[in-house]
């Protein structure tokens, strides 16, 4: 029965037109990026390297698929939670503004069942979003420019990963990442159970990645002590795979950061669609 909620809910998905933007927008955007870099990549990189030609010396194709595929996520990966609340903010406001959501309770499966399916069926369109940018920003930009080791500048200097030690490191990457696109997905169903329109969990879910954001990056003493304990402070956690070495226990805080966000999101949807008046 739960199984069969869950395929129902994702065909729900896939009838509707703003469920393909995110993968057209995601195709769109990743073509574009690879065109330019194609075109006039190596004058980018030339002026990224400028300050360290001068005392380090480098061998190889530094333009490559691996490096392409992280320019990508760095570029794309803040602009994702949009293209995943429109679907997911209106998985129960949208019926609820259709009506139909008055006949979903009618059926032989408990309200607990049909927002657990809705809620399954929003972390598969997630899941799908994560791989279809994985494939278009590794799969793509590999066939284009070839394979390659990888060199990540970050806060504490160069770091040069070997050809052979990169994939992993993507695929871990975009785990992390996913749990936090899923933790996105979780908190606009939950906004989508207080509304009775499609706009309003939507642009709520996109004002509060913005306040959580703000108060993140502002320096500002007062903050310290929430800081940590923001969900959007552990979004860009993927990007902890690329250091060498990996820090798994501030990856790992992130993870579990990250799953109490959504536990917590899920616990609230459940309490408050179990006695959310549908009928009047």
């Known amino acids: 029965m739960f199984l069969q909620a869950v395929y129902t809910e994702f065909i729900k998905i896939a009838a509707k037109p703003r469920s393909y933007l995110g993968l057209a927008a995601i195709t769109v955007l990743v073509g574009v990026i690879l065109f330019a870099m194609k075109i006039d990549g190596l004058t980018y990189i030339s002026f990224i390297t400028a300050g360290l030609e001068e005392s380090l010396l480098f061998e190889g194709d530094i333009l490559n698929g691996n490096l392409m595929a992280f320019i990508i996520l760095q570029m794309l990966i803040i602009h994702i939670p949009l293209l995943v609340a429109l679907v997911?903010?209106?998985l129960i406001s949208g019926e609820a503004a259709m009506g139909s959501l008055r006949m979903l309770v009618t059926r032989p499966v408990t309200r607990t069942q049909i927002l657990m399916g809705k809620f399954t069926a929003g972390?598969?369109?997630?899941?799908?979003?994560?791989?279809?940018?994985?494939?278009m920003a590794l799969g793509a930009s590999t066939w284009l420019f070839g394979p390659g080791d990888l060199m990540v500048l970050n806060s504490d200097g160069l770091v040069v990963l070997q050809q052979g030690d990169v994939l992993w490191r993507?695929?871990?990457?975009?785990g992390v990442a996913y749990l936090a696109l899923l933790t996105i997905a979780t908190l606009s169903?939950?906004?989508?159970?207080?509304?009775?329109?499609?706009?309003?969990?939507?642009?709520?879910t996109m004002a509060v990645i913005i306040l959580f954001t703000i108060i993140g990056t502002l320096d500002v003493p007062v903050f310290d002590v929430v800081?940590?304990?923001?969900?959007?402070?552990?979004?860009a956690a993927w990007r902890s795979f690329f250091e060498d070495p990996v820090p798994y226990d501030a990856i790992l805080q992130s993870v579990i950061i990250l799953l109490a966000h959504i536990g917590v999101f899920l616990s609230v949807a459940l309490?408050?669609?179990?006695?959310k008046d549908i009928l009047s």
């Open 227 to 235: 800081r940590p304990y923001l969900f959007t402070t552990h979004m």
């Open 189 to 204: 169903i939950t906004l989508s159970c207080f509304s009775d329109n499609s706009i309003g969990p939507i642009v709520t």
């Open 123 to 135: 972390a598969l369109y997630t899941l799908l979003i994560v791989l279809w940018l994985g494939f």
């Open 88 to 90: 997911t903010g209106d």
């Open 170 to 174: 993507y695929l871990s990457g975009f």
């Open 271 to 275: 309490y408050h669609f179990n006695r």
